[in-house]
């Protein structure tokens, strides 16, 4: 089997702060896994806020360089290359950001972005088959083309939008999808539609997706593979079901424990 | 026993009005709603996405911008003096109101916290004047607070995108919260968080709402965080109050069609049972299903709902819902 994405010990640190307190963060510490290629499969990551998951996103997706190990796409190594490969890397691995808000240009018309996408990584040729694309990507998130054209992103709601950021994903037919706390955003009917939707993607078109979340009985629901970090390191790697089940670690099992259930009502008005 | 509500919201109507290269369009994204919140109250939102919570948010906080109008009703505080609201309040009015009385958690608001300065001067920006006292009382009450909400004195040297998400939005929280304000309205503050420390900002939150006794109008889709926190629970579909309640009875007795596929679409770790979204496409706001908006995709619809809009019926204490299949007396 030959390795779609491998990661070998990948690190990132950062300095932080004025020239008076600067000091250093080991955002990212030794993080090693693969995504091999004929096994399509969704990979959660989950964790602690400020544990180094966009971090890490970040560096698959080339927009940050690694201060350690390797990280390799295909066997290319992810990031340096010159324009044309990388927009041949783009094609292949697509963003959904944490929060659509900050995906989107204020000033640019929602629209302009699928159409963008489309000439540039889905191969449309002329406008209408730009049209035709993004259309069918958004139909596949619950939208149409009429439906956003002309709005700007201040006009959508979270929810649409974030929506609208998976459509864009989705033009380039790409092999792997990041998505970081793509769901996060939106109505719990919804969620379970995007998160069956991106199982849809993997067992029908044979993609990928990393799928950055808080929400451990999504990651349950959907993801075949899930690693939990804290503090910049993996501390727990397995198979979703079974660590979720029977966490081992220590963080792990505080984890799962946090989870707040809708079954139970109250449970924080008593302190 | 009735106390006055600190937040009385009456008949509230607010319409985005915009035209696109002539064609015009009207979005009632806040259309004929009422409802109190009490003193002491945590009262929280859910609701379909881009069903308008957040626009009714914006109109409660007065914050009625174009294309966004004022239509009709209105969002009447207890600390406002009588027959004023925040809309049309004078700028040195909403001044003295603003962090002091209300405070508002904007969605996304983690995004706008200034990226050219460093976090100490942001919270110095907001809320010195409030708080009042030497720098050094500033800045420690300043890292007391935010080590109630689990971040390091550090962040305080941060900028902005030197931060995680969830920092960010905590960073959010704690400017919201710092001036131990009367009324809270938070939308979507903790999306961004793990469930470790989203349980800690939470729990900080309530007991900072029981210290002062203001209330909280508690937006999230997080139906986990509504059991957990809330009193009182509004349900959003399209524009419309659909079902509100004590949290406990809309949990446990769901009345509303939409509201009973909202608590149900939950998945659970243990649980492998296949979840599906709702079917159909949700509704256009610009043109919105005739008589009860969520016929199209009601199980239960008959003739009367594609025709006759449900109003909001009392069906038990506290507990009201607006749908024709079920019986109440008109509220
Ligand atoms: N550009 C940067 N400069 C300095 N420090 C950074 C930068 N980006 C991230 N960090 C730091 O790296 C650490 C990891 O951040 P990251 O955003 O990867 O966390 P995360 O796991 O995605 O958190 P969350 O769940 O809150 O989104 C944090 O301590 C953060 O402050
Ligand atoms: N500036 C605007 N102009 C026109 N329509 C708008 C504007 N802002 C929002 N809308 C529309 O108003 C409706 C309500 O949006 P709102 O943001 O209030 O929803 P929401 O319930 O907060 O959604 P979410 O859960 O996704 O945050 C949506 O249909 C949205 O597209
Ligand atoms: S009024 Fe009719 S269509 Fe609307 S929720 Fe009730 S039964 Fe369904
Ligand atoms: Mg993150
Ligand atoms: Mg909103």
């Known amino acids: 089997m030959t390795a779609l994405l491998t990661l070998n010990n990948v690190s990132k640190s950062f300095t932080r702060g004025g020239i008076l307190s600067r000091h250093r963060i080991e955002a990212v510490k030794n993080v090693s896994f693969t995504i091999e290629n004929n096994r399509p499969e969704i990979f959660a990551i989950i964790g602690e806020s400020g544990s180094g998951k966009t971090t890490l996103a970040r560096m698959i997706l080339g927009m940050q360089e690694v201060s350690g190990g390797s990280l390799t796409l295909e066997g290319n190594r992810v990031g340096g290359r010159t324009r044309k490969e990388r927009l041949a890397f783009m094609a292949k691995v697509q963003p959904i950001f944490q929060n659509p808000f900050e995906a989107f240009n204020p000033l640019k018309k929602i629209d302009y972005y699928l159409l963008l996408t489309a000439m540039r990584f889905g191969g449309a040729v002329d406008i209408a088959e730009a049209e035709a694309a993004a259309d069918v990507a958004l139909r596949q998130v619950g939208l149409s083309l009429s439906e956003i054209r002309g709005r700007f992103p201040h006009e959508m709601s979270g929810g649409q939008l974030q929506r609208v950021a998976i459509a864009r994903a989705l033009v380039s037919k790409p092999r792997l999808i990041i998505a970081d706390e793509p769901v996060s955003m939106v109505d719990a009917s919804l969620r379970m539609a995007i998160v069956n939707l991106f199982g849809e993607l993997r067992d029908k078109l044979g993609l990928s997706i990393i799928y950055i979340t808080h929400d451990l009985a999504t990651a349950y629901y959907i993801a075949d593979r899930l690693i939990i970090m804290q503090k910049g390191e993996v501390v727990e790697a397995g198979a979703a079901r079974e660590v979720l089940s029977d966490p081992q670690h220590p963080y792990s099992r505080q984890l799962r424990d946090a989870v707040l259930s809708p079954q139970v009502t109250g449970s924080l008005s008593i302190q | ?331």
């Not at chain 2, 600190?6 to 696109?20: C, N």
């Not at chain 2, 706008?112 to 004047?129: G, M």
């Not at chain 2, 938070?186 to 900072?208: C, F, H, N, W, Y």
């Not at chain 2, 004590?246 to 243990?270: E, K, M, V």
Request: glycine share 8%; aromatic share 6%; charged share 20%.
């Open chain 2, 1 to 331: 026993m009735t106390t006055q509500p600190i937040l009385r919201v009456d008949h509230l109507k607010a319409h985005f009005r915009s035209s696109y290269f002539g064609v015009y369009r009207e979005v009632p994204a806040v259309d004929d709603i009422s409802f109190d919140v009490a003193p002491n109250e945590i009262f929280g939102l859910a609701g379909e996405s881009s069903s308008g919570k957040t626009t009714l948010m914006k109109t409660i906080a007065g914050l009625i911008t174009p294309p966004l109008e004022l239509i009709g009703g209105k969002a009447q505080f207890s600390f406002m003096p009588p027959e004023t609201n925040l809309y049309g309040a004078d700028p040195a009015q909403l001044a003295r109101i603003r962090w002091s009385k209300l405070s508002y958690i904007m969605q996304g608001s983690m995004n706008v916290l200034n990226p050219l300065r460093q976090i100490r001067s942001i919270f110095r920006d907001f809320a010195a004047v409030h708080i009042g006292g030497s720098n050094s009382d500033f800045e420690t009450k300043t890292v007391n607070h935010l080590s109630r909400l689990r971040l390091d004195p550090s962040v305080l040297d941060a900028y902005p995108h030197e931060l995680s998400g969830g920092m960010r939005q905590r960073v959010t929280i704690a400017l919201a919260t710092i001036c131990r304000p009367d009324f809270i309205i938070a939308d979507e503050p903790t999306t961004a968080l793990d469930v470790i420390v989203q349980k800690e900002v939470l729990g900080m939150i309530r007991s900072i709402q029981r210290e002062m006794g203001s209330s909280v109008l508690f937006v999230t889709h997080d139906m986990g965080v509504h059991a957990a926190l809330t009193d009182k629970l509004g349900i959003m579909y399209a524009g419309c109050l659909v079902e509100a309640g004590r949290t406990a009875d809309i949990f446990n007795a769901p009345q509303h069609p939409y509201t009973r596929h909202l608590i149900h679409s939950l998945p659970r770790i243990g649980d492998t049972v296949q979840r599906t979204g709702l079917t159909g496409t949700p509704p256009n706001l610009a043109n919105p299903p005739s008589g009860c908006r969520f016929h199209p995709r009601c199980p239960l619809a008959s003739d009367i709902c594609r025709t006759e809009r449900p109003m909001m019926r009392q069906i038990a204490t506290e507990h009201r819902v607006a749908c024709h299949a079920v019986a109440g007396d008109d509220a």
